[in-house]
């Protein structure tokens, strides 16, 4: 005999999606660990941070990059038990870290060939990449951080100058004269 097969809609549960992680309550999981004395959390918040900080360093320090990278970490992990906020961590590198790299760039007696370009670029187009390397290595260390930090970060300019300690005015002028310059520099 034949099983009857009712029309009876069956209630399908949804079960819940395992949410991803947000990335920022883990690195403020992390900066509790490592503020707390733990040293995996300090070994695994150098590994998330030396990336970022590797990406905001190589276009204002150029040449200097790897130093400007080393004293910005060496700086972010020398205060790292005043951080308040650990959600506020990027934010708080981002400021310690372009201040680093202004610093060592000053500091730097000459400029010279400068490494890989493609990641800041955001192209694997290694011409294009060396263009905009070539336009960038002549502008001032200055003028480079203010340009990272608008264009590349995407800061508006009452951030950048809280991060560079300058006034807003000056990073309005100094975002002018950079953007000219690069213009001109790249239309040659």
């Not at 309550?25 to 590994?47: H, M």
């Not at 130093?67 to 708080?92: C, H, M, N, R």
């Not at 202004?102 to 955001?122: K, P």
């Not at 340009?147 to 300058?166: F, H, K, V, Y």
Request: proline fraction near 5%; charged fraction near 30%; aromatic fraction near 4%.
């Amino acid at each position: 005999m034949k099983a009857v097969e009712t029309c009876i809609p069956r209630l399908e549960l949804e079960t819940p999606q395992p949410r991803e992680p947000d990335p920022w309550e883990a690195a403020a999981r992390l900066v509790r660990a490592a503020q707390s004395g733990d040293a995996l959390a300090v070994n695994d918040l150098l590994n998330l941070l030396t990336p970022y900080v590797n990406r905001l360093c190589r276009p204002i320090a150029l040449t200097d990059s790897a130093d400007a990278v080393q004293e910005s970490l060496i700086a972010v992990f020398q205060g790292l038990p005043k951080l308040k906020d650990p959600t506020a961590l990027y934010g708080w590198v981002r400021t310690i870290t372009v201040r680093e790299a202004v610093r060592v760039a000053r500091r730097a007696q000459r400029e010279t060939a400068w490494g890989e370009f493609e990641d800041v670029a955001g192209t694997r187009n290694s011409e294009l990449a060396s263009d905009v390397h070539d336009v960038l290595r002549r502008m001032s260390s200055e003028h480079r951080a203010v340009l990272m930090l608008r264009e590349l970060e995407g800061l508006d300019e009452r951030s950048a100058s809280e991060i560079l300690n300058i006034p807003c005015g000056t990073v309005k002028s100094r975002l002018h004269r950079a953007r000219n310059s690069f213009r001109k520099a790249w239309t040659r």
